[in-house]
């Protein structure tokens, strides 16, 4: 029996706009709430950036955020987990990427933070203007970004517009740390502290209400969606995903396109177990 169903947003739970949930997908997890079915996304965005996706979906229980890094009870109010980069690693690395030219955010407190004098190096190639517009408005510039997260605790840090040549050498800096590290769509590159994933925040979540993971679904399309998946008996990987998700994954459904997330919960947690494959 399916009691908690948690899905990645990006590429999965949200049209490929970036922007909206599909009227079928809406209807479908609401069905699966007023079940009794624990709802919870999982995303890589910091929580400043969710108010659109909960406008859609207030049924919402949990909102796993900055990749795992903290976990948002909409009941309680309040975070029931947390993982987070130490202040001298993350200072470092801020000053690392800051003097090879990269353009990074860092989210703390559930929000984001950049250098204002880096904004030049972001080269956009996925993403609408719409959707863009909607991440910009929720990040915060900042003179001096050092200065900034000075004795704080940091939930993620976030590269953008990577270099193919620089990925691996940028990745092996967080490595070196310590940290987990995973990708979530071209050109990108995201950090979290060594025990903060998605797989680790469902755990929690799990922990907290008595659910096992044989009693999960969950959704994702990206190297960061992998932990979930690995956690769940009913992982599904959208058939647009990577190939490592899909890999990672139990089943594949259809893609978040054609609503791939709703006619899995159709099949598995109100039917009978239809086996979907493409």
Do not use: W
Request: charged share 25%.
């Amino acid at each position: 029996m399916i009691k908690l169903i948690a899905s990645d947003l990006d590429g999965t739970l949200m049209s490929p706009d970036h922007l909206t949930v599909t009227p079928y997908t809406i209807n479908t997890l609401e069905k699966a709430h007023k079940k009794g079915i624990k709802i919870a996304v999982a995303t890589g965005r910091p929580l400043s950036l969710i108010d659109n996706v909960i406008n859609q979906l207030p049924f919402v229980d949990y909102i796993i955020y900055s990749n795992g890094a903290c976990v948002f009870d909409r009941k309680q109010k309040a975070n029931i987990f947390s993982s987070l980069i130490a202040p001298a690693p993350a200072l470092d690395l801020i000053e690392y990427f800051i003097k090879n030219k990269v353009f990074f955010e860092i989210y703390y407190e559930g929000k984001s933070y950049y250098q204002s004098d880096t904004e030049y190096l972001f080269d956009n190639t996925d993403f609408s203007k719409a959707f863009i517009d909607e991440v910009t408005a929720t990040m915060t510039s900042c003179k001096t970004l050092l200065d900034f997260a000075k004795n704080k605790h940091i939930e993620k840090i976030t590269l953008y517009s990577v270099k193919p040549q620089d990925s691996e050498k940028y990745k092996n800096k967080f490595l070196s740390y310590n940290m987990a590290v995973a990708s979530s769509f071209k050109g990108n590159l995201e950090a979290t502290a060594k025990n903060a994933d998605k797989g680790s925040a469902l755990n929690a979540i799990c922990r907290k209400t008595g659910i096992s993971a044989e009693e999960c679904m969950t959704f994702g399309d990206a190297g960061n969606d992998i932990p979930m998946l690995k956690f769940a008996k009913y992982s599904f990987a959208m058939e647009n995903g990577s190939d490592e998700c899909k890999n990672a994954a139990n089943y594949i459904t259809a893609s978040n396109a054609d609503d791939g997330l709703a006619k899995a919960v159709e099949s598995y947690a109100f039917g009978d177990e239809m086996e979907i494959f493409l």
